[in-house]
């Protein structure tokens, strides 16, 4: 119970840390364009379209765990959740490498809590780990 309980909270928390970051890209917020425009100036991209494809992937990590909260068979939420995770860690993996090789002084607190919910993200897959391998 604890750990279904546990796994709960981190999608959860993984939705609404992932929104939070998405709204802001895709409603293009002054501080997300500021910053793509800059990233724009050392990576061969346009900004615009870049903060567009970052804010659309956050949503869709944002709607996976969403929807792996609504899922009943095990098997099936432990398989939905495992996608969320590794989409979830390959973006903060991707948002860690801008913070500290693209943007000229890395900001703290997006490397600690990337940092954060990569660490949850391996408490989630311990979790899910034994549903992932059910012979049901």
Do not use: C, H
């Amino acid at each position: 119970m604890f750990k279904k309980t546990l796994n709960t909270l981190i999608s959860l928390a993984n939705a609404i840390f992932m929104l939070n970051f998405a709204i802001p890209k895709l409603s293009a917020a002054e501080v997300s364009v500021k910053s793509f425009t800059q990233f724009a100036q050392v990576l061969p991209l346009n900004g615009e379209a870049y903060m567009y494809f970052v804010g659309v992937l956050e949503l869709t990590v944002a709607l996976i765990f969403i929807f792996s909260l609504f899922i009943g068979a095990k098997k099936i939420k432990a398989k939905v959740t495992l996608l969320g995770v590794l989409l979830l860690t390959g973006t903060l993996l991707g948002a860690l490498a801008t913070e500290f090789f693209v943007r000229p002084e890395p900001i703290d607190t997006l490397v600690v809590l990337s940092s954060i919910f990569i660490t949850t993200s391996i408490v989630q897959l311990a979790i899910i780990r034994k549903d992932l391998t059910l012979n049901k």
